[in-house]
C-alpha cells in the first residue's frame, strides 16, 4: 500500500519506497549472517546511490562491470568494491586496481595481461568460469548458452597459467530461485572441482531472487554452508534485483486518449525510454492508479486501454489493461516494481526527457532527489 501523495511528483518520475527497500535489505542480511557468506550490490541493476549510506549498512559492498560502476561504488558506499567485465580497457586498468579490492578477469588472455599489475596492486584476482548448465530458457539471459562469450569453460581452463589466482566466480542465474543455483554448484564442482582446493573465495554472481516471497532462503543457505565447510572458501553472492525487487515504483500521467479498434492512453512515460526491459524480456508490468487496485487483464474489467508511451516507436507499447473507469488525460498510473533496470537503463530517443528520482521515506514523506532537464540532453549529444 502506497502511504505518501503522489500529487506534488513532477511526472514521469521513479520512486523508491525506504520501507520497502528496508525490508529487502533486512532479509539480505540475514541470509548472510546465516550462511556465513557476503552480500553485495550488483549495481547494474539499480545505482540510485543517493540511498547507498542505507544500503551499505545492510551489505558488504558493491559490485561493478566496469571502471564508473566501482568509482561510484567506492565513493558512495564503500565497503568492499568488486569487478568483473568480458574485456577490461588498457587504460583504466591502473585506476581500477586502485579502487578494487577484488578483480574477476574473463579469460586467461585478460589475466595474463593484467596480472602483474593486479597483484603488485594487491588486487585479489579472480577468474569466470561457466559451468555450461543453463536453467532458463531465454538465450539473451542465459550466460551458459552455447557460444556464451562470458566466463572460461572446463575444456578451456588452463591450471598451468593459473598462479597467483585466488577466486573463482560463476553467473548463471536470472531472476531464479535457490533450486537453479543447485543444479548450477551440481555442474560447477563437477568441472571446477579440482581447483577449488586452491581458491579462498568464490562468488556465486547474481540472479538470486532472495527476497521475492516463494525464495526458498533455506535452500540456500543450506547450499552456501555446505559449499565453506567442503572447500573452506568464502562466499560471496552479488545479487542487484533482490535489493530493490518491488521497491520502487514509476508514476506517469495521461497525455490523451485516442481509438483505433481499441482505446489507446498515451502516457508521459515511455517503455522504449523508461523502461527497457518491457520490450527486451519481455514483461507485464502491474499497474494502479494511486488510489485502486491494480489493472486487470483485457476485459476483466469494463474498460480495456492499451498503454503506450509518446515517442515515434510504433512498438513504444507497454500493454493492453482493464480497469474499472475509463482513462482520461490527467489520470495518474503507477507501474510496480520500478527500481531495477529502469534508472541504469533509461534514455533519451526522441528527445524524451529523463523521469525524476524521488525517495519515500519512512516516515511517509517524498523527496524529489534529482530532476532532469534539456541540458541533460543535450549533453550526452555533440
Same mark, same amino acid.
Not at 556465486?204 to 552456501?224: A, Q, V
Not at 565453506?228 to 520502487?248: F, I, M, S, T
Not at 514483461?283 to 485502486?292: E, F, L, Q
Not at 541504469?344 to 519515500?360: D, R, S
Given at each position: 500500500?502506497?502511504?505518501? *501523495?503522489?500529487?506534488?511528483?513532477?511526472?514521469?518520475?521513479?520512486?523508491?519506497?525506504?520501507?520497502? #527497500?528496508?525490508? *529487502?535489505?533486512?532479509?539480505? !542480511?540475514?541470509? &548472510?549472517?546465516?550462511?556465513?557468506?557476503?552480500? #553485495?550490490?550488483?549495481?547494474? &541493476?539499480?545505482?540510485?546511490?543517493?540511498?547507498?549510506?542505507?544500503?551499505?549498512?545492510?551489505?558488504?559492498?558493491?559490485?561493478?562491470?566496469?571502471?564508473?560502476?566501482?568509482?561510484?561504488?567506492?565513493?558512495?558506499?564503500?565497503?568492499?568494491?568488486?569487478?568483473?567485465?568480458?574485456?577490461? !580497457?588498457?587504460?583504466?586498468?591502473?585506476?581500477?586496481?586502485?579502487?578494487?579490492?577484488?578483480?574477476?578477469?574473463?579469460?586467461?588472455?585478460?589475466?595474463?595481461?593484467?596480472?602483474?599489475?593486479?597483484?603488485?596492486?594487491?588486487?585479489?584476482?579472480?577468474?569466470?568460469? *561457466? =559451468?555450461?548448465?543453463?536453467?532458463?530458457?531465454? &538465450?539473451?539471459?542465459?550466460?551458459?548458452?552455447?557460444?556464451?562469450?562470458?566466463?572460461?569453460?572446463?575444456?578451456? @581452463? !588452463?591450471?598451468?597459467?593459473?598462479?597467483?589466482?585466488?577466486?573463482?566466480?560463476?553467473?548463471?542465474?536470472?531472476?531464479?530461485?535457490?533450486?537453479?543455483?543447485?543444479?548450477?554448484?551440481?555442474?560447477?564442482?563437477?568441472?571446477?572441482?579440482? @581447483?577449488?582446493?586452491?581458491?579462498?573465495?568464490?562468488?556465486?554472481?547474481?540472479?538470486?531472487?532472495?527476497?521475492?516471497? /516463494?525464495?526458498?532462503?533455506? !535452500?540456500?543457505?543450506?547450499?552456501?554452508?555446505?559449499?565453506?565447510?567442503?572447500?573452506?572458501?568464502?562466499?560471496?553472492?552479488?545479487?542487484?534485483? $533482490?535489493?530493490?525487487?518491488?521497491?520502487?515504483?514509476?508514476?506517469?500521467?495521461?497525455?490523451?486518449?485516442?481509438?483505433?479498434?481499441?482505446?489507446? $492512453?498515451?502516457?508521459?512515460?515511455?517503455?522504449?525510454?523508461?523502461? =527497457? /526491459?518491457?520490450?527486451?524480456?519481455?514483461?507485464?508490468?502491474?499497474?494502479?492508479?494511486? /488510489?485502486?487496485?491494480?489493472?486487470?487483464? =483485457?476485459?476483466?474489467?469494463?474498460?480495456?486501454?492499451?498503454?503506450?508511451?509518446?515517442?515515434?516507436? $510504433?512498438?513504444?507499447?507497454?500493454?493492453?489493461?482493464?480497469? =474499472?473507469?475509463?482513462?482520461?488525460?490527467?489520470?495518474?498510473?503507477?507501474?510496480?516494481?520500478?527500481?531495477?533496470?529502469?534508472?541504469?537503463?533509461?534514455?533519451? @530517443? *526522441?528527445?524524451?526527457?529523463?523521469?525524476?528520482?524521488?525517495?519515500?521515506?519512512?516516515?511517509?514523506?517524498?523527496?524529489?532527489?534529482?530532476?532532469?532537464?534539456?541540458?541533460?540532453?543535450?549533453?550526452?549529444?555533440?
Amino acid at each position: 500500500m502506497l502511504i505518501f *501523495n503522489l500529487t506534488s511528483l513532477p511526472t514521469p518520475c521513479y520512486v523508491t519506497d525506504e520501507r520497502l #527497500l528496508l525490508r *529487502n535489505l533486512k532479509i539480505l !542480511r540475514a541470509v &548472510a549472517d546465516e550462511a556465513g557468506c557476503k552480500i #553485495l550490490l550488483a549495481q547494474k &541493476a539499480f545505482s540510485m546511490f543517493s540511498l547507498y549510506p542505507l544500503i551499505g549498512r545492510w551489505l558488504d559492498g558493491t559490485a561493478a562491470s566496469g571502471l564508473f560502476e566501482a568509482r561510484l561504488g567506492r565513493e558512495e558506499m564503500g565497503g568492499e568494491t568488486h569487478v568483473f567485465s568480458a574485456a577490461y !580497457r588498457p587504460e583504466e586498468m591502473a585506476e581500477l586496481v586502485r579502487i578494487c579490492g577484488h578483480i574477476v578477469f574473463n579469460s586467461f588472455n585478460q589475466w595474463e595481461t593484467y596480472r602483474e599489475t593486479a597483484l603488485g596492486a594487491g588486487a585479489k584476482c579472480g577468474i569466470r568460469v *561457466n =559451468p555450461q548448465r543453463s536453467t532458463q530458457e531465454s &538465450a539473451i539471459y542465459d550466460p551458459c548458452a552455447p557460444g556464451s562469450r562470458l566466463g572460461v569453460t572446463a575444456r578451456e @581452463f !588452463r591450471p598451468a597459467a593459473a598462479e597467483g589466482l585466488t577466486g573463482l566466480h560463476f553467473h548463471t542465474l536470472c531472476e531464479q530461485n535457490s533450486d537453479a543455483l543447485e543444479t548450477t554448484l551440481e555442474a560447477f564442482e563437477e568441472r571446477f572441482g579440482f @581447483f577449488l582446493p586452491r581458491v579462498s573465495w568464490v562468488n556465486f554472481g547474481g540472479g538470486h531472487h532472495i527476497t521475492r516471497g /516463494d525464495y526458498d532462503t533455506e !535452500r540456500l543457505i543450506s547450499l552456501i554452508r555446505r559449499f565453506r565447510e567442503r572447500y573452506g572458501a568464502q562466499v560471496y553472492l552479488e545479487p542487484g534485483e $533482490a535489493v530493490a525487487l518491488n521497491a520502487g515504483f514509476l508514476v506517469t500521467r495521461v497525455l490523451d486518449v485516442v481509438r483505433n479498434e481499441t482505446d489507446i $492512453a498515451i502516457l508521459d512515460a515511455s517503455a522504449a525510454c523508461h523502461m =527497457p /526491459d518491457v520490450l527486451e524480456m519481455p514483461y507485464r508490468p502491474r499497474v494502479s492508479p494511486p /488510489d485502486g487496485a491494480f489493472a486487470g487483464n =483485457p476485459g476483466e474489467y469494463a474498460h480495456t486501454f492499451r498503454l503506450a508511451g509518446p515517442t515515434c516507436l $510504433a512498438g513504444d507499447i507497454i500493454g493492453d489493461y482493464s480497469f =474499472p473507469s475509463p482513462l482520461k488525460a490527467g489520470d495518474t498510473l503507477i507501474f510496480h516494481d520500478m527500481a531495477i533496470y529502469t534508472m541504469v537503463k533509461n534514455n533519451t @530517443f *526522441n528527445g524524451m526527457p529523463l523521469p525524476a528520482i524521488a525517495v519515500a521515506r519512512e516516515d511517509g514523506g517524498l523527496q524529489v532527489v534529482k530532476t532532469f532537464g534539456y541540458g541533460d540532453f543535450k549533453a550526452r549529444l555533440s
